[in-house]
């Protein structure tokens, strides 16, 4: 058989050198390949377990941060109620970071954890702080409105005083007043002369005598001026029974002994009062008081004694 050169022999060998490089690449690669996957293997396998002192060191961190983040809290803790929220955050992050240092995550994650939850507090602290000087302000400003209330209730009261005080007064100096009180039993002869006796069975007449005092203030015109004597058992000598001999005094109707109307001016004015005494009457020795009254007010008392 004859055989039939080949006319491309020169072309199938350097397919074949092509194809021999090729694959002398890839082994290389492979090999490149396999090596690095188990160098990133255990490097892997490295970065995942923490190691005992890492974990000193991460607990002493997260330690520090919760007990700085407490201090914080007891410090202002008139204000801490108002960040509820935050705080229970840092709380929920430092629990999740204490249960990821008992599994195998790597120190790098932990680590990242840990820089979130001292961001956090960092960021609690900022508000807090904020927080109590805007409270303090507040503080400050309503402590000086208090001071600034009391100020004025007090200048209120000072004021409400001046004018109670003034209305007193003017309520006072609208009152007459009575001076020179004398009151005494008298004989009244036959000609109209009259002496002060004290002896019961001489008198006929009791007078009471006194000055209205000089008022500016008083309204001018008509007063009904009242008397009421008392003898020393405390009973009244009346002008006589009805209610047409009593007037009123704080609210109660009261007996007089002796009334009268005079014509008041404003200046002042001597009046002589007397109060007739029959021979049925049975007076009593001791001491007598007078009493006088006039638009409700009693404006004068006098003492006197009477004998037998």
């Known amino acids: 058989m004859t055989t039939t050169p080949d006319p491309h022999p020169r072309k199938k060998k350097s397919m074949a050198a092509i194809f021999a490089v090729v694959f002398g690449v890839i082994a290389i690669i492979l090999a490149i390949w396999q090596i690095s996957s188990r160098s990133e293997l255990v490097e892997l396998r490295q970065t995942h377990e923490i190691s005992e002192e890492q974990k000193v ?15 914080i809290k007891e410090q202002y803790v008139s204000v801490s109620d108002s960040l509820k929220t935050a705080d229970q955050i840092i709380i929920d992050k430092a629990r999740q970071i204490k249960k990821l240092m008992k599994t195998k995550y790597s120190y790098q994650r932990v680590k990242k954890e840990l820089d979130e939850l001292k961001a956090s507090t960092r960021s609690y602290g900022q508000k807090i702080d904020s927080l109590y000087a805007v ?3 507040l503080v400050v400003e309503n402590q000086q409105i208090r001071t600034d209330y009391n100020e004025e209730r007090m200048r209120n009261d000072s004021l409400t005083l001046i004018s109670e005080t003034l209305n007193n007064k003017v309520a006072t100096a609208s009152i007459l007043k009575t001076y020179d009180i004398k009151a005494e039993g008298v004989k009244v002869r036959g000609n ?3 002496k002060v006796t004290d002896k019961i069975r001489r008198l006929n007449k009791l007078r009471i005598c006194f000055k209205l005092g000089e008022n500016d203030i008083v309204e001018k015109g008509i007063k009904e001026i009242y008397v009421r004597i008392a003898q020393p058992n405390d009973s009244i000598l009346i002008a006589g ?3 047409e001999y009593s007037f009123n005094y704080e609210g109660n109707t009261v007996q007089y002994s002796i009334a009268q109307e005079v014509e008041y001016t404003g200046d002042a004015l001597d009046l002589c009062l007397y109060y007739d005494v029959n021979k049925e009457m049975k007076l009593s020795p001791g001491n007598y008081q007078a009493d006088i009254f ?5 404006i004068g008392t006098a003492i006197f004694s009477l004998r037998k």
């Open 57 to 71: 060191a991460l607990q002493s961190e997260l330690d520090s941060l919760l007990n700085e983040h407490q201090l």
């Open 135 to 137: 409270n303090e302000k």
């Open 192 to 194: 109209g002369k009259e």
């Open 241 to 243: 029974e009805g209610d």
């Open 294 to 298: 006039a638009e409700g007010h009693s």
